[in-house]
Nanobody, 125 residues
Framework: VQLQACGGGLVQAGDSLTLSCVVSEGTFSGYVVGWFRQAPGKDREFVAAIKWSSRHTRYGDSVKGRFTTSRDNAENTVNLQMNSLKPADTAVYYC???????????????????WGQGTQVTVSS
């Protein structure tokens, strides 16, 4: 399983942006797919997760109501729709995937087996 996150860029505060996580050499079937971000000098932060089979999602407190993660019907892409972006959302965004991650552990990056390379999102004020 190899992951690639893409779709990052430079936007203004209030804009929207959609990131995609594409899997190759496998599918997302049976996985939990998570989104994390890391800003310079800060710890990695949980953003969102989706359980592929049930489509159940959860979000970090800082993005609730603004970000939405979803899966496509093919088994190879998860999207992160980001609305009402703020300068505080500036970070490198990573997608990750793991099997057998219980709901309460989805916010823990250590539970994920596979990671993409990250995509930069910069929000200007």
């Amino acid at each position: 399983v190899q992951l690639q996150a893409c779709g990052g860029g430079l936007v203004q505060a209030g804009d929207s942006l959609t990131l995609s996580c594409v899997v190759s050499e496998g599918t997302f079937s049976g996985y939990v797919v998570g989104w994390f971000r890391q800003a310079p000098g800060k710890d990695r932060e949980f953003v969102a997760a989706i359980k592929w089979s049930s489509r159940h999602t959860r979000y970090g407190d800082s993005v609730k109501g603004r970000f939405t993660t979803s899966r496509d019907n093919a088994e190879n892409t998860v999207n992160l729709q980001m609305n009402s972006l703020k300068p505080a959302d500036t970070a490198v965004y990573y997608c990750a995937a793991g099997r057998r991650i219980i709901t309460s552990s989805q916010t823990n990056g250590a539970q994920y087996e596979y990671w993409g390379q990250g995509t930069q999102v910069t929000v200007s004020s």
